[in-house]
């Protein structure tokens, strides 16, 4: 039977000793003192290998075939509502009939109680097969997700801590209609004119006399816009004012909207019109869609004004799961690729032979390794922060060392989800665009037909540089923890600079040495924008008392004014970062598998040049740019051409 577990050797790692499981599935099984739960690490670790199985045959077997069906078959807007095509309704039949949507649930909300790395795993598999089936998927147990963890976030969440439980949720008939397959949720914060500047957004979410909230408004680009709960970002006052403190990001506020009530006479009321589902390139399978809000009844999330806050709890996650997606694509194009450059002969040989194309596949190949090391430490990390912050505040936690123990350990695990995310997100969503494109350029003439499904690959990974975060939005998030980290701490990153500097000529293991390079090439483009940055910050204190200088230096920094230098490299510093994130990964994972040498020194062969590279660009270039960009040189008029 096909398999999308068992055919990849370097996924099977990851559900073996590639991840500390143990560690997951206790935090998971509440210390392994939940009543009906698992005891020990051996039948957690036995269930979670048998959901990936199981999940790993129903894709390749009802998702892979049907995925051509997929992207010919229309959605339709029919009377204000979305009809689906037949392959997505029978695929999400066979999802639901598994009980997929429960996979990360409580067992005392219904569901299998799984770690949400077995969820992202699954998600690169369904992704493989066909990506907008992965993305509609997300969006039923993800929502369902959202909802208990939004819930415990704002303390409407009851736990009996003696027995290791949920007694009570604020949205338990809403997770338990998701979890059913019955309804899904999604995600609406893009309106007409705000995309990535959320302070634009202009949504407004009022209250009554009563107390009652209602949303009135557009949202567009909304993925799985048809389903029944929206999470909505709405402003809570009706004007952003700069005197405001409900101004900007400040005045946004989350609402859980109810799209539609079925009544039981058979017909539906609808709350949120659905007025179109938008044409796309890609992702044929997945409605995007785009909404009316006109006093649609809403409940507040939260308190008011902790909207950006409450989107930002989903949107990391929503980050990990595109990593993910990106991943699964482009394991589908190299796998796409290699079969046909194997078969294809030209020149008395198949043309897999050939050097390029040796090259370009030996390249995919090494970049969807590295990737998937990143992404499974992120959402490793991403989870045992949260699961940590509960154990701590609803396990019960016994003695002081104990506690001690968690208290300390969470920060770091946000740490590392922190700066390993937005890498995750910019790196693997451009790296599905480049896969996807050699692949089509592999396969030739035919590649640009329809015929082997080359250019749907391509045109499916288009969007993943845009959504959920724009590849631009996370290198800049990227610039800016990195260097405001070293403002903060310089002491550390001198250290860190020393010790790389040490390590690379002084490791005993030739592959420690190179790791440490990459990672003095990194710290040098670091240094380096940042010595620009404070040049240019010390030549704005020139009407600021000498006594105030080491605290305008140490605080007040302004990403927007400070850095444009930063700014202007920011994507090429993320590169760097994520070369040097991944060397470091796969470093640990050699150390431990002996096995996994192979394929660090396949990514330090391709990252050490690239890196070099980068750092080249950064330091020589970028000034005429910023030239062009100041204010005295947008007011002179343009310099004329001379006529050939």
């Not at 724009?470 to 998030?477: A, K, N």
């Amino acid at each position: 039977m096909a398999s999308y577990l068992s055919d990849n050797e370097d996924l099977q790692y990851y559900m073996g000793e590639g991840v500390d499981w143990a560690t997951l599935a206790e935090l998971t099984e509440y210390g392994w003192r939940t009543k009906d739960g698992f005891k020990n690490v051996a039948d957690a670790r036995q269930f979670y290998g048998e959901v990936a199985s199981l999940l790993g045959g129903l894709v390749a077997g009802e998702i892979g075939p049907r995925a051509a069906q997929i992207d010919r078959e229309d959605n339709v807007l029919e009377n204000g509502e979305a009809v689906e095509g037949q392959a997505m309704q029978d695929i999400f039949k066979a999802i639901h009939a598994v009980e997929l949507h429960k996979l990360c649930l409580p067992r005392e909300l219904g569901g299998l109680n799984a770690p949400l790395l077995l969820y992202f795993l699954g998600g690169e598999m369904i992704a493989r097969a066909d990506v907008s089936c992965m993305t509609h998927f997300s969006f039923h147990g993800g929502m369902a997700m959202a909802m208990l963890a939004y819930s415990i976030h704002e303390g409407t969440t009851e736990f009996d801590i003696e027995h290791a439980r949920i007694a009570k949720t604020r949205f338990a008939a809403e997770i338990e209609e998701i979890s059913s397959g019955k309804a899904w949720g999604c995600m609406d914060i893009t309106e007409p004119n705000a995309g990535s500047d959320m302070a634009a957004l202009r949504t407004r979410g009022e209250q009554d006399a009563n107390g009652d909230w209602f949303v009135t408004g557009q949202k567009i680009f909304i993925t799985s816009g048809h389903g029944k709960y929206h999470f909505v970002i709405a402003r809570t006052e009706k004007e952003a004012d700069a005197n405001d403190p409900f101004a900007g990001l400040g005045g946004l506020s989350m609402f859980l909207v109810r799209a539609y009530e079925d009544l039981p006479d058979g017909t539906r009321k609808r709350y949120v019109t659905l007025e179109r589902i938008e044409e796309k390139l890609g992702h044929h399978g997945s409605i995007t869609g785009a909404l009316s809000f006109d006093r649609a009844p809403a409940r507040l999330i939260g308190k008011r004004g902790e909207g950006f806050k409450y989107m930002l709890t989903l949107m990391n996650n929503a980050r990990v799961g595109v990593g993910f997606e990106s991943i699964g694509l482009s394991e589908a194009a190299y796998r796409m690729a290699k079969a046909y450059a194997e078969e294809r002969r030209s020149m008395g040989k198949p043309i897999a032979r050939h050097e390029m194309i040796a090259d370009y596949l030996d390249e995919m190949r090494t970049d969807i390794q590295g990737l998937r090391a990143l992404a499974v430490s992120s959402a490793y990390h991403e989870e045992l922060a949260q699961k940590l912050s509960l154990f701590e505040r609803f396990s019960g936690i016994s003695t002081d060392t104990e506690r001690e123990r968690v208290r300390r350990d969470i920060p770091k695990h946000c740490a590392q989800a922190r700066r390993l995310t937005p890498l995750l997100k910019y790196l693997a969503a451009e790296k599905a665009v480049e896969i996807a494109r050699r692949n089509m350029q592999i396969h030739g003439g035919v590649g640009y037909t329809k015929e082997y499904g080359a250019e749907k690959l391509l045109r499916d990974a288009l969007v993943l540089p845009v959504y959920e975060g724009t590849s631009q939005i996370q290198s800049l998030m990227v610039m800016k923890d990195t260097l405001l980290g070293i403002i903060k701490r310089p002491k550390a990153f001198v250290t860190r600079l020393g010790q790389a500097r040490w390590r690379s000529v002084s490791a005993r293991d030739p592959l420690e040495r190179r790791v440490a390079k990459l990672q003095t090439t990194s710290l040098s483009a670091q240094q380096f924008l940042l010595t620009r940055t404070a040049a240019g910050k010390i030549k704005t204190l020139a009407d600021v008392p000498v006594g105030e200088w080491r605290e305008a230096m140490t605080k007040h920094w302004d990403p927007k004014r400070d850095f444009a230098l930063a700014m202007l490299h920011a994507e090429r510093l993320t590169q760097i970062l994520a070369d040097e994130a991944i060397a470091e990964l796969l470093l640990a994972q050699a150390k431990a598998h002996p096995r996994r040498r192979e394929v660090l020194e396949r990514w330090l062969d391709r990252a050490e040049p690239r890196s070099r590279g980068l750092l080249d660009v950064i330091t020589t270039t970028g000034e005429r740019i910023l030239a062009s960009l100041a204010p005295e040189a947008s007011a002179k008029p343009a310099p004329a051409i001379a006529a050939e």
